[in-house]
C-alpha cells in the first residue's frame, strides 16, 4: 500500500508568514508523529498524536507551533509568524503498534526555508 | 541534552569492507533501539532494529551489537556496497508507540 505522504514538498516563506505542512499517514496506522531535521542533524521530536488526540507536544519549540489531526487520520502542522530558525526539513512518521509494533514509517518530509 | 550519543559523524569505506557505526545512550528506560538509513531528500527508513533482551541481530549484511551494561549498541555492515552510501541514524525508544530519540547521524560513503 501506499507510504507516508507529505505536501508541499518544498516551501519558501518570507519571515513573519504563516505556514501550514500536511500529512497523510499509512490507512489505519492511529499513531502519528512530528519530527524536526535541521541540517546535518537527526530528527527531533516535536508531537504525537494517537487517533485525533494530541497526547504529547513536549518537542513543539514555541507556542507558535500548532498541531491538529481532527479526524484521527490526516495530520496538519502549522507555523505562525515563522522566523529564520524555523528553516528545516519537517517530518511525520506513523505506526501502528497492534499490527506493526514499534516501527514508525516515516514521509519524504517537508523543507522549509524561511527568508 | 543529547541523550543519543553517535560516532563517527562520517565514515569512508572500500567497497567490501566492514562499516562499523557506535551510539551510547543515557536513559535507561530506552527499551527499543531501531538504526535507520536515509538518502538525500528522502526520509528515514527503518534498517533493523534490537531490544535489550538479546546482545545481537543479524539481518542479511546488517548486525546490531547491544551492550546493555555499558548503555552502547552498534551497526555493523559487511561487504559494504556503494550502494549504502547514506547517512545512518540510531535512535532509541522508551516503551511503546513513543518518541523516537535520534542520534547525530553518520554520513558513510562506500568507495570503489
Known amino acids: 500500500g501506499a507510504g507516508v505522504s507529505q505536501s508541499p514538498r518544498y516551501k519558501v516563506a518570507k519571515r513573519g508568514q504563516d505556514v501550514a505542512l500536511r500529512c497523510d499517514p499509512i490507512s489505519g496506522h492511529v499513531s502519528l508523529f512530528w519530527y524536526q531535521q535541521a541540517l546535518g542533524q537527526g530528527p527531533e521530536f516535536l508531537t504525537y498524536?494517537?487517533?485525533?488526540?494530541?497526547?504529547?507536544k513536549s518537542g513543539l519549540p514555541s507556542d507558535r507551533f500548532f498541531a491538529e489531526r481532527p479526524e484521527g487520520s490526516v495530520s496538519t502542522l502549522k507555523i505562525q509568524r515563522t522566523q529564520q530558525e524555523d528553516s528545516a526539513v519537517y517530518l511525520c512518521a506513523s505506526s501502528d503498534f497492534r499490527s506493526a509494533g514499534e516501527t514508525q514509517y516515516f514521509g519524504p518530509g517537508t523543507r522549509l526555508l524561511v527568508l | 541534552q543529547q541523550q543519543v550519543k553517535q560516532s563517527p559523524q562520517s565514515l569512508i569505506v572500500q567497497k567490501g569492507g566492514i562499516s562499523i557505526i557506535n551510539c551510547a545512550y543515557e536513559n535507561t528506560a530506552f527499551d527499543y533501539f531501531p538504526w535507520y538509513q536515509q538518502f538525500p531528500g528522502k526520509g528515514p527508513a527503518l534498517l533493523i532494529a534490537?531490544?535489550?533482551?538479546?546482545s545481537e541481530k543479524k539481518e542479511g549484511r546488517f548486525t546490531i551489537s547491544f551492550n546493555k551494561s555499558a548503555k552502547q549498541f552498534s551497526l555493523h555492515i559487511m561487504d559494504s556496497q556503494p550502494g549504502d552510501s547514506a547517512t545512518y541514524f540510531c535512535?532509541?525508544?522508551?516503551?511503546?508507540?513513543?518518541?523516537?530519540?535520534f542520534g547525530t547521524g553518520t554520513r558513510l560513503q562506500v568507495t570503489l
Open positions: 534490537i531490544r535489550p533482551d538479546v
Open positions: 535512535a532509541a525508544m522508551a516503551g511503546t508507540a513513543s518518541k523516537l530519540t
Open positions: 498524536f494517537q487517533n485525533e488526540a494530541q497526547l504529547d
